[in-house]
């Protein structure tokens, strides 16, 4: 291998902006956490599979918890896109909207694959990062709320069911991505799950 050709990566790595850099280490940390598991995602890994210094990685991420949080927010972000295109563009109807969220949600997970469950579990291994976790469950609930609600007829929906319908997302998403079910037999059950809370709600409170 010539000079010239030894040092092209390293050009070409300076030519990225900062944010450039950042998401190519979140790309790098999904890859790790897809092909190793998320035991394997350290920052001195991360630093040996992108190819640049240790410094350059602790300078976008700290800390391990730092950067699975990213990789979580990283999640959350695009799970939240997908879900407010399709709620803007669905029908007028509780099926159609039931049928958005519990699409969305499943196909997010899949297209994330084994990673998310694992990073998941990470998070809920330090309280610091489980409250990071909590906080974006919360903003995901009240879209769901403020989503259906136009259905209930009592105009409630109450916060145990909503938290029903959050557990029953992800315990059916992993099912899928895992393969214990498929992809269609996740979302009708979750589109049931929801379609049920509203009822509840329909039916009134104390």
């Known amino acids: 291998m010539s000079s010239t050709e030894m040092k092209e990566p390293a050009r070409l790595r300076q030519r990225l902006s900062r944010q450039g850099r950042r998401?190519?280490?979140m790309e790098v940390a999904w890859?790790?956490?897809?092909?190793?598991?998320?035991?394997?995602?350290?920052?001195?890994?991360?630093?040996?599979q992108a190819g640049v210094a240790k410094p350059v990685v602790y300078d976008h991420f700290s800390t391990r918890p730092v950067l699975l949080a990213a990789l979580y927010q990283d999640f959350d972000s695009r799970q939240t896109a997908v879900m407010d295109a399709a709620l803007q563009s669905s029908g007028p109807t509780l099926a159609d909207r039931a049928a958005v969220i519990a699409s969305s949600y499943?196909?997010?997970?899949?297209?994330?694959?084994?990673?998310?469950?694992?990073?998941?579990?990470?998070?809920?291994?330090?309280?610091?990062?489980?409250?990071?976790k909590h906080e974006y469950e919360a903003i995901f609930m009240e879209k769901c709320r403020l989503a259906l609600l136009p259905f209930a007829e009592a105009g409630h929906i109450a916060s145990p069911g909503l938290w029903a319908m959050l557990g029953a997302a992800e315990?059916?998403?992993?099912?899928?991505?895992?393969?214990d079910i498929t992809a269609a037999e996740a979302k009708a059950e979750l589109f049931e799950t929801i379609v049920a809370m509203v009822a509840r709600g329909s039916a009134g409170r104390p």
């Open 23 to 25: 998401q190519q280490l």
């Open 31 to 48: 890859r790790i956490v897809r092909e190793e598991g998320t035991d394997a995602l350290t920052l001195p890994r991360l630093a040996e």
């Open 106 to 132: 499943v196909d997010c997970v899949l297209l994330q694959g084994r990673e998310i469950p694992g990073v998941i579990a990470a998070l809920e291994s330090s309280p610091e990062l489980e409250r990071i």
């Open 171 to 179: 315990a059916l998403s992993n099912a899928a991505a895992s393969g």
